[in-house]
Each structure stands twice: as structure tokens, then as C-alpha cells.
């Protein structure tokens, strides 16, 4: 039986030619019947695709022989579903993305500082040093609460999941992280050893780096992010509820025991599910119960 996969990867690596690239990886994903996301620009690449488990592999076979993709940290996931038929490219398609997207942009992760961020051979140069999910345990056992656990992701993302006593920016889009290091929100934080964390790794690479050449003189970040973590250590660890994810999943959850941390916006009922929206300040995210979902949509908050 065709099992569904959905495989999360970036590389930070200098790219003389992304639309070529662009034009690879259009066509690789096609020809496998992968949907998803792919980001491309000067500085790398940042992906989701997903599709059969059998494509999925032999899209990973491809994209290793490119030499600049050779080191890529592959994380894998469950999909939810096939569709019933197959596409175009003869392969049954995944259920958890409306269509495949591979696009050519000046920033993989949107902080709004394009110039700033500098990529070579190694990565992004100024990044803060990686920690294994073991190497953060051992930190924390070492410095105990001088240590501070720093969310990288929008602050409606944490909602539904994030790491125990976390400092949880309030921030809607990443670009906004820019407005609030430079605000001085955080400058109490300088002299303390600081532990990035974001989804899969690719926004605290830039963060990082962005942290450093403010003035955080011990910054660090968790290396493959949440989802390496929960490959680890599930619910046994420092983290606590659903991981929020960008397909049609919504969530994840490591084990079968995760705490439901999400309270829907409207009725307050335990929940982690979430609801897009279009509001004036754009689309935003809302924590709302599938009750209250059936319903109808969530009126947009005041911008």
C-alpha cells in the first residue's frame, strides 16, 4: 500500500544561478508527482514536498547528487493521505498540499534584511553554534535558569506548542523579529546564554546571526529545531504540546500523550486546532476549537 511522506529540508549554501535551480527542482517535483514548497534564492534553498513514500525517496536520491545539496538534513514526517487517483506524473498525489509551488525569492526566510545575511560554502556565516537536543539538556544541566529558551517562530505558533518557560516574542510575521531586537525588547537577554528554537532550523540560523551583530554575546540554536527535538526526546523533555505545521496537517504531535496546550479564541475550549484568516494586517492564524470552526470563520481582531 503507498504510504504518504513529507519531507522538511533547507541548505544555506551560495547559489550562482537559483532560477535554474528553480527549474530543476519544478520539473524533479513533477515528474515524481511531489507537491509542496520550495524556496530558492542567492543564499539556498528552504523545503516542504511531500508524496508517495517510494517518490519521496528517489527525490531524495536526486537532490543529494547535487553537489551543493550533497550535506542536506533531511527530516521526515507522516503525510495523512494520498489522493484516490493518480496525477499527471502517473504517482498518487499527497493530501496535505493544494498544489506544488518552487519559487525564486531574495530571502529564504523573510526577516526583511536581506543584506545583512551572509552565506558561504559553510553555511550562514556569524550563525550561533548548533546544539543537539542532548548538548541543550546538558547546557541546561550545567547553567539551570540563566539559560533562556528563545521562540523563533510567530507568536501564534506557540500558542499550540512550545518549549517550557520559553521567551515567546510577540511577533505576527518573522519580518516583525527585525523591529523588536532593535526595539531593545529584549536587551536584558545580552549577557545570558540564549537557545534559539524554531520548527525545523532554518529561521534561527538567520536569527542567530541577526542576534549576534546586535549585541547577545552567548546565542545558540537548536539544531534540526522542534522536530529534531521530538525525535528524541517525544513529550519526555522540555517540550509541551503540538507542533504547528505549514500543509494541510496543521499540527503534529510526537506521542500519543501530548498535552493539548491551544485554547480556541472564541469559546476558550481546549484545542490545537487552527484557522487562517484574512484580516486587515493580512492573513493571520487563530487557535479555534472544531466546534466553534463549524460555525464559520473567525471574525478578524482589529488590526
Given at each position: 500500500?503507498?504510504?504518504?511522506?513529507?519531507l522538511?529540508?533547507?541548505?544555506?549554501?551560495?547559489?550562482?544561478?537559483?532560477?535554474?535551480?528553480?527549474?530543476?527542482?519544478?520539473?524533479?517535483?513533477?515528474?515524481?508527482?511531489?507537491?509542496?514548497?520550495?524556496?530558492?534564492?542567492?543564499?539556498?534553498?528552504?523545503?516542504?514536498?511531500?508524496?508517495?513514500?517510494?517518490?519521496?525517496?528517489?527525490y531524495?536520491?536526486?537532490?543529494?547528487?547535487?553537489?551543493?545539496?550533497?550535506?542536506?538534513?533531511?527530516?521526515?514526517?507522516?503525510?495523512?493521505?494520498l489522493?484516490?487517483?493518480?496525477?499527471?506524473?502517473?504517482?498518487?498525489?499527497?493530501?496535505?498540499?493544494?498544489?506544488?509551488?518552487?519559487?525564486?525569492?531574495?530571502?529564504?526566510v523573510?526577516?526583511?534584511?536581506?543584506?545583512?545575511?551572509?552565506?558561504?560554502?559553510?553555511?550562514?556565516?556569524?550563525?550561533?553554534?548548533?546544539?543537539?537536543?542532548?548538548?541543550l539538556?546538558?547546557?541546561?544541566?550545567?547553567?539551570?535558569?540563566?539559560?533562556?529558551?528563545?521562540?523563533?517562530?510567530?507568536?501564534?505558533?506557540?500558542?499550540?506548542?512550545?518549549?517550557?518557560?520559553?521567551?515567546?516574542?510577540?511577533?505576527?510575521?518573522?519580518?516583525?523579529?527585525?523591529?523588536?531586537?532593535?526595539?531593545?525588547?529584549?536587551?536584558?537577554?545580552?549577557?545570558?546564554?540564549?537557545?534559539?528554537?524554531?520548527?525545523?532550523?532554518?529561521?534561527?540560523?538567520?536569527?542567530?546571526?541577526?542576534?549576534?551583530?546586535?549585541?547577545?554575546?552567548?546565542?545558540?540554536?537548536?539544531?534540526g529545531?522542534?522536530?529534531?527535538?521530538?525525535?528524541?526526546?517525544?513529550?519526555?523533555?522540555?517540550?509541551?504540546?503540538?507542533?504547528?505545521?505549514?500543509?494541510?496537517?496543521?499540527?503534529?504531535?510526537?506521542?500519543?500523550?501530548?498535552?493539548v496546550?491551544?485554547?480556541?479564541?472564541?469559546?476558550?475550549?481546549?484545542?490545537?486546532?487552527?484557522?487562517?484568516?484574512?484580516?486587515?494586517?493580512?492573513?493571520?492564524?487563530?487557535?479555534?476549537?472544531?466546534?466553534?470552526?463549524?460555525?464559520?470563520?473567525?471574525?478578524?481582531?482589529?488590526?
Open positions: 500500500m503507498a504510504d504518504p511522506k513529507i522538511l529540508f533547507y541548505v544555506f549554501t551560495p547559489l550562482a544561478d537559483p532560477e535554474a535551480v528553480r527549474l530543476w527542482q519544478r520539473d524533479l517535483c513533477e515528474s515524481l508527482g511531489l507537491r509542496g514548497r520550495i524556496l530558492l534564492s542567492a543564499h539556498g534553498i528552504n523545503a516542504t514536498v511531500g508524496g508517495e513514500q517510494r517518490a519521496v525517496k528517489r531524495a536520491r536526486k537532490l543529494r547528487e547535487y553537489a551543493p545539496f550533497a550535506s542536506a538534513d533531511l527530516k521526515w514526517s507522516q503525510g495523512s493521505g489522493t484516490a487517483e493518480p496525477g499527471p506524473s502517473g504517482w498518487l498525489e499527497i493530501v496535505d498540499f493544494p498544489k506544488l509551488s518552487v519559487k525564486v525569492r531574495r530571502e529564504l523573510s526577516f526583511g534584511v536581506p543584506d545583512e545575511v551572509v552565506v558561504d560554502e559553510h553555511g550562514v556565516v556569524g550563525g550561533g553554534p548548533r546544539l543537539s537536543p542532548q548538548a539538556h546538558g547546557l541546561i544541566d550545567e547553567r539551570g535558569d540563566e539559560v533562556v529558551l528563545f521562540d523563533g517562530r510567530n507568536a501564534r505558533e506557540a500558542m499550540i506548542g512550545r518549549f517550557d518557560d520559553a521567551v515567546v516574542p510577540d511577533v505576527t510575521t518573522t519580518h516583525d523579529f527585525i523591529d523588536q531586537l532593535d526595539s531593545g525588547a529584549f536587551d536584558h537577554l545580552k549577557d545570558r546564554p540564549v537557545v534559539t528554537y524554531c520548527t525545523g532550523g532554518v529561521r534561527c540560523e538567520i536569527l542567530t546571526s541577526l542576534m549576534k551583530t546586535r549585541g547577545f554575546g552567548e546565542v545558540y540554536q537548536l539544531d529545531g522542534i522536530v529534531r527535538y521530538g525525535e528524541v526526546y517525544g513529550d519526555a523533555g522540555l517540550w509541551s504540546g503540538s507542533l504547528y505545521v505549514f500543509d494541510g496537517r496543521q499540527h503534529t504531535e510526537f506521542t500519543k500523550d501530548a498535552e496546550l491551544g485554547r480556541c479564541n472564541r469559546c476558550g475550549a481546549p484545542t490545537h486546532t487552527m484557522e487562517t484568516i484574512d484580516a486587515p494586517q493580512g492573513r493571520i492564524q487563530l487557535v479555534t476549537c472544531d466546534a466553534c470552526l463549524a460555525d464559520g470563520p473567525s471574525p478578524a481582531p482589529p488590526a
